[in-house]
Nanobody, 132 residues
């Protein structure tokens, strides 16, 4: 059984940085595509940044480009999302999700509004609040 656990959320001011972690148990990072998603109140869950199973292919959403960086530590079976220059609109619950078949672009963008329906594995989420 695959289990995902996010951590690292918190309250920060605009312009500050934060790094989220997602630790996976039950299968190695080599076996699936993994991504960071977020869901703000009243909005659908959206893909932020996704990483391929070999760690070589990254898909970043427009909101992530230039500010967020996804990375991984295979030894810890953990994926990170380093977020810089945070804005108020980055406030959301951040989730990591895993799929064994989808590509990075499919996982982060292609599934669109059906992401919670089509992606089988999720963590419980971690709250990120950006506020003065």
């Amino acid at each position: 059984q695959l289990q995902l656990e996010e951590s690292g959320g918190g309250l920060v001011q605009p312009g500050e940085s934060l790094t989220l972690s997602c630790t996976v148990s039950g299968a190695s990072l080599d076996h699936y595509t993994i991504g960071w998603f977020r869901q703000a109140p009243g909005k659908e869950r959206e893909g932020v940044s996704c990483l391929s199973n070999d760690g070589n292919n990254v898909y970043d959403s427009e909101s992530a480009k230039g500010r967020f960086t996804i990375s991984r530590n295979k030894a810890k079976n953990t994926v990170y999302l380093q977020m810089e220059s945070l804005k108020d609109e980055d406030t959301a619950v951040y989730y990591c999700g895993v799929d064994f078949l989808l590509s990075t672009e499919q996982l982060c963008h292609g599934v669109g509004s059906r992401v919670t329906e089509l992606v089988p594995y999720w963590g419980q989420g971690t709250q990120v609040t950006v506020s003065p």
